[in-house]
């Protein structure tokens, strides 16, 4: 952000920083919404959305303030556990997932092309801010090494979800299969309803036993702490940004922004914590149109 300045101007570069406190934001929100659906669902609707919401709020707000160290560790190794959860969770869901056969015509070619701008939104848009977190190589790194470390998203570089191509691509398709599920099992259908993709999740495990049933909670409850590992970066660039937005902006400390950045993106959430579907297509339009305007 702090670049942009040098082609952009300064006026126009604290825009430009702008906008991207507000991805930053609503990432948060989006990311914290979902999290607080799978919370939901663990807790057998007992506990309100908007309580889960906060939840997860306030220890994404914590941990933000840990520092960038801390951070970094915590980016650099919490995938291992929740790829091991994610791997889970497709192994018992696959018995129900289904092959539903795709539509053609018009109106499917455009479905397909809308949502494939929501899925490039939800990978290119973490360009802006991923600078932050990624590591510097040494100069006599090899190439190929670079390529497959960001390729396969391990931890040797610590890269936040940009660009990190399996790691985005096996999530992607664990919840469109899962999504497959609700076309012709009504069990799905009303869990989706009800609570969201958590309640996928937990219909997941269902049929295979109370053990399996209760191991599945346990598995619910790890994949709610990766909705966290997503928010915290948001909330610390967003900071980051903030701060350079004008002179008078650097004048106020970060943790100041931290904390007000945490307060909009949770009541945001809040305020459409019963819309989440509609709330993540419309953000993820709106960040892919913005993208690509500034680059053109």
């Known amino acids: 952000m702090t670049i942009t300045r040098y082609s952009f101007g300064l006026v126009a570069g604290g825009f430009i920083a702008f906008i991207n406190v507000l991805t930053c934001l609503g990432w948060a929100m989006v990311n914290t919404m979902a999290g607080a659906l799978?919370?939901?669902?663990?807790?057998?609707?007992?506990?309100?959305l908007a309580v889960c919401i906060l939840i997860i709020a306030i220890v994404s707000w914590v941990i933000s303030f840990f520092g960038y160290n801390y951070i970094h560790f915590y980016e650099r190794y919490s995938w291992i556990v929740m790829f091991v959860f994610f791997a889970f969770?497709?192994?018992f869901g696959a018995r129900y997932m289904e092959n539903i056969p795709m539509p053609s015509g018009k109106s499917e070619m455009a479905?397909?092309?809308?949502?494939?701008?929501?899925?490039?939104?939800s990978s290119i848009t973490w360009g802006p801010f991923s600078a932050d977190y990624a590591t510097y190589m040494l100069e006599d790194t090899k190439k190929w090494k670079i390529f497959?470390?960001?390729?396969?998203?391990?931890?040797?570089?610590?890269?936040i979800n940009s660009g990190v191509v399996v790691g985005q691509v096996f999530v992607m398709w664990l919840g469109a299969g899962l999504m497959t599920a609700t076309v012709n099992n009504q069990a799905f259908a009303d869990a989706y309803a009800v609570s969201g993709i958590g309640g996928l999740m937990d219909q997941s495990f269902h049929g295979y036993?109370?053990?399996?049933?209760?191991?599945?909670?346990?598995?619910?409850?790890?994949?709610?702490?990766?909705?966290?590992?997503?928010?915290?970066p948001c909330l610390y660039s967003a900071a980051l940004s903030m701060q350079n937005c004008?002179?008078?902006?650097?004048?106020v400390p970060r943790f100041v922004w931290s904390t007000i950045g945490f307060v909009v993106f949770t009541v945001a959430a809040i305020a459409g914590r019963e819309h989440f579907a509609t709330v993540l297509a419309n953000f993820l339009y709106c960040l892919t149109y913005w993208y690509f305007l500034f680059r053109l």
């Open 209 to 232: 036993g109370s053990a399996a049933y209760g191991f599945g909670k346990f598995v619910q409850l790890g994949l709610v702490f990766s909705t966290v590992a997503l928010t915290i």
């Open 89 to 91: 969770l497709a192994g």
């Open 246 to 251: 004008g002179m008078w902006a650097v004048k």
């Open 111 to 121: 479905d397909v092309m809308s949502f494939g701008a929501t899925v490039l939104g």
């Open 148 to 159: 497959t470390w960001t390729f396969l998203g391990t931890s040797r570089l610590d890269v």
């Open 38 to 48: 799978v919370f939901y669902s663990l807790s057998n609707e007992k506990v309100p």
